[in-house]
């Protein structure tokens, strides 16, 4: 159990013999609770296993005299049997006492909503979801955390369950758009899986008009017979305000953008530059001066923070590689205001035009940035690299060092394309050490090859605004070999992180990528079968075989819906103190070393090194657990938050567009139609079965297609069409699109049919539209409507109205 603040107890002193006797000193976590407390209470699982062994519901009194908690042990204790209460380990009986959840079959978990009204219980402990119905839904909001008594099966077969307590309401503060109807004011939340509306109390709108985008608090929490009542805190703005899709998103997913004061105050403080008391030797380690090598930055057009410097030269046969990362955790100290404000950030987060940092740009930007010309601190990776592109030997230092150029990925494309071209001539000094970084990256891309590293090849799109901020193009992203030559640098100083923490044995985050699960591998042998195409290593693949089968089928037409299968079985990868590998990347292990200004591992990482330069131990205040829980829970966050702003862009991008046709590719297949991404706009939208023709059109899951009953015409991913834009719903983020059939098509699918449905798996019919999905979501394995996997972002099926609201 991870050590939680408000346990421990307040007293500076010890209050009792460390031997302890009676039932407590039985305690078999006893020794753990030592280390993590000055005065240890009894360990969660003990108590548990007093409770078990009592056989009945206990009062907290008992249960602290049975334990022989001591007066002022009375608080803390207090407070840990409340935490186990609200992680749903224990639970309080309508009598007052304390019970095993388990002992009354009521199962902890986190509520899923979904924008029609019903949600899903997601287990604690992993095990099958709960359907919970409108009337189980109108009790909580999505998010809360509740304990519920599994009820039977509803019609569709799923288990269904009841709500029989909430145990945390999360939803303390909410963005959304102010309405009123009948002089009633409320507010529909941004976040479509809290699908009821907040009503506005009395006087609560403040300066707020209808229509505009609001933050709010609310009073009252929902439950089966109140409505929940919030009073409007912010008004935001307009909806359709320059940048306020960005705003929204940092207030839907509470996502930190406002520095503390103590934190921008430490920052005001730090120096402009490189002083000399910088030099001295840290924890006996001195700094080396590098500022006469010829190190530089390499990065996109747009970069201001610069992490990483590079620098090769020949030696022997092979080559020296030295990275220089911006060395953070020189200015940025264990606990202090900086360093709390980039653990509850976990990383910088890239919106168009805005960035969020993680730290304050005085640091990021400035005096941490590897900016040209300019002394700055680093932390180095020093390579001995083989002919052959293996990594011989490393080592790690503290440097001073200046660089030479700050060069961008176009530029130096251009240098290595043409040695003699006008951008070389202005770079006549760096042009002879870029020749040589390439030299190097090619044998790094042979080594690989030859590793058997996974490499997709996706298509990344950037968004251009115009003067008013508006969107005006969406432009495939091009990547070009200095993309990959940076890339394979920072791989190799980041393997070459992760080799020493290991081998000093010293505790870090790794970044962990397992393999497929057996259930994704057994669905991707399935469907690879019905293309005549097979994966090797039977029941436990390597990422080679992966890539041999990515290389096999290459130049085949439906290539792009392959690697789509492949990708989708492979996991998340997750920062975790365990180190378990990366599996895309075929590495033994693999840590993040190359960007302390803009993620927080790194940082960690860094600070782990040092310790191991002056021969101690790193250890942070949080569990290395939790920190890998919270670092791996803020990429995530980050993720959703910049999916929904490049979601909203989108839509806003096609508003004007409603009527006009494009061609596009079927880029997903589901029961309810398929989803098309247009060519050049590079934009996703989808057609509904209801517009696929007069046809039927049954749900080939295995096979991921969709077959008309008459016709046989087949849609399946990958298949070239032609659609017209019908509708753009900017507050749902969704597009919906209408097939252009051919004159010979619809002859095809002419012949007289029943009314219009769509069969999906098991023969159950769904309405003729279901709504359609967020432009530009990933693509996921489809399974029947309604039930989302756990953790899974829910089915993105409305209604036509979009967003009728339940009042109640």
Not at 111 to 137: A, C, R, T, W, Y
């Amino acid at each position: 159990m991870d050590k939680f603040q408000n346990e421990k107890s307040p007293a500076k002193k010890p209050v009792r013999a460390k031997k302890l006797k009676g039932l407590r000193a039985q305690d078999p976590y006893l020794a753990r609770e030592r280390e993590r407390y000055e005065n240890p209470l009894p360990s969660r699982e003990f108590i548990l296993q007093v409770l078990e062994q009592h056989g009945a519901p206990m009062s907290a009194f008992d249960l602290a005299k049975q334990l022989d908690i001591l007066l002022v042990e009375e608080v803390a204790f207090e407070r840990r049997l409340q935490a186990m209460g609200r992680e749903g380990q224990l639970l309080i009986n309508r009598a007052g006492a304390l019970c095993l959840p388990e002992k009354v079959d009521l199962i902890p978990g986190k509520v899923q909503g979904h924008p029609d009204g019903f949600g899903f219980l997601i287990p604690d402990d992993g095990s099958d979801d709960l359907f919970l119905g409108p009337k189980e839904m109108d009790k909580v909001l999505h998010g809360d955390r509740v304990l519920a008594r599994k009820i039977g099966v509803d019609r569709r077969g799923r288990p269904e369950g009841a709500i029989a307590e909430v145990l945390e309401h999360v939803n303390l503060r909410l963005v959304g758009r102010l309405h009123c109807e009948r002089g009633v004011f409320f507010v529909t939340a941004e976040d479509k899986r809290i699908s009821r509306d907040i009503q506005i109390e009395p006087s609560g709108c403040g300066t707020a008009q209808v229509g505009q985008v609001v933050m709010i608090e609310m009073l009252t929490q929902p439950s089966r017979y109140t409505q929940p009542v919030a009073r409007v805190t912010e008004v935001l703005g307009n909806y359709d305000d320059p940048g306020m899709e960005i705003e929204i998103a940092l207030r839907k997913h509470n996502l930190p953008h406002v520095f503390s004061a103590e934190a921008e105050a430490l920052a005001r403080k730090m120096p402009k530059k490189v002083r000399k008391l910088d030099w001295k030797p840290e924890n006996g380690v001195e700094r080396v001066d590098l500022r006469d090598m010829p190190l530089v930055t390499i990065d996109g057009e747009t970069a201001k923070d610069f992490d990483d410097a590079v620098y090769a030269e020949k030696s022997g046969k092979g080559w020296r590689l030295v990275v220089a990362i911006a060395d953070v955790s020189h200015y940025v100290r264990p606990d202090d205001a900086l360093d709390l404000t980039a653990i509850e950030r976990g990383n910088s987060i890239y919106f168009p035009r805005r960035v969020i940092p993680m730290l304050p740009e005085q640091i990021s930007n400035g005096l941490c940035s590897l900016n040209p010309d300019v002394e700055r601190l680093c932390m180095v990776c020093d390579m001995k690299v083989s002919a052959k592109g293996a990594i011989k030997g490393y080592q790690f230092y503290p440097a001073v060092m200046l660089s030479k150029a700050r060069f961008t990925y176009t530029k130096v494309w251009d240098i290595l394309q043409n040695p003699a071209g006008e951008v070389a001539q202005q770079y006549t000094q760096q042009v002879p050490h870029l020749q040589t970084l390439y030299a190097l990256f090619q044998a790094f891309a042979k080594a690989r090859a030859e590793r058997g590293a996974i490499d997709f090849e996706t298509t990344e799109t950037e968004m251009r605004f115009d003067d008013k901020g508006k969107i005006s193009e969406i432009v495939p992203v091009l990547r070009n070999d200095a993309h990959k030559l940076i890339e394979e640098c920072m791989l190799a100083a980041n393997v070459c992180a992760a080799d020493i923490l290991l081998k000093k044995e010293h505790p870090a985050l790794y970044r962990v990528h397992e393999g497929p699960t057996p259930e994704k591998l057994k669905n991707l042998r399935e469907y690879l079968k019905t293309v005549g195409l097979s994966l090797g290593g039977d029941e436990d693949p390597t990422a080679s075989d992966y890539a041999k089968l990515l290389n096999s089928f290459k130049d085949r037409l439906d290539a792009p819906l392959l690697q789509t299968m492949l990708l989708r079985s492979l996991s998340q990868a997750v920062y975790s103190p365990d180190n378990e590998g990366h599996f895309g990347l075929s590495y033994e292990a693999y840590a993040h070393f190359t960007s302390p200004i803009r993620r927080y591992p790194d940082l960690l990482v860094h600070r782990s090194i040092k310790a191991i330069l002056a021969g101690k131990k790193y250890k942070p205040a949080m569990k290395w657990e939790a920190l890998g829980v919270q670092c791996s829970m803020t990429e995530r966050r980050a993720d959703e938050a910049s999916r929904d702003v490049q979601n909203w862009l989108k839509c806003y991008f096609m508003q004007d567009k409603v009527g006009e046709e494009f061609e596009g590719s079927v880029s997903a297949v589901t029961g309810f139609g398929m989803f098309v991404l247009l060519d050049k706009v590079y934009v996703e939208g989808l057609v509904h079965v209801s517009e696929l023709g007069t046809d039927y059109f049954h749900y080939d899951e295995k096979r991921r297609e969709l077959k008309g009953e008459h016709s046989g015409k087949v849609y399946r991913l990958t298949d070239r069409v032609k659609v017209r834009v019908a509708r753009v719903d900017l507050e749902t983020s969704k597009i919906d699109f209408v097939l252009v059939l051919d004159a010979a098509e619809r002859e095809r699918q002419s012949k007289p049919t029943a009314p219009r449905s769509s069969r999906t798996r098991g023969g159950e019919k769904t309405p003729a539209r279901t709504g359609t999905r967020s432009v530009l979501r990933q693509p996921a394995a489809v399974k029947p409507e309604g039930q989302p996997k756990s953790g899974a972002a829910p089915a993105a099926t409305s209604k036509p109205s979009a967003r009728r609201r339940r009042r109640r």
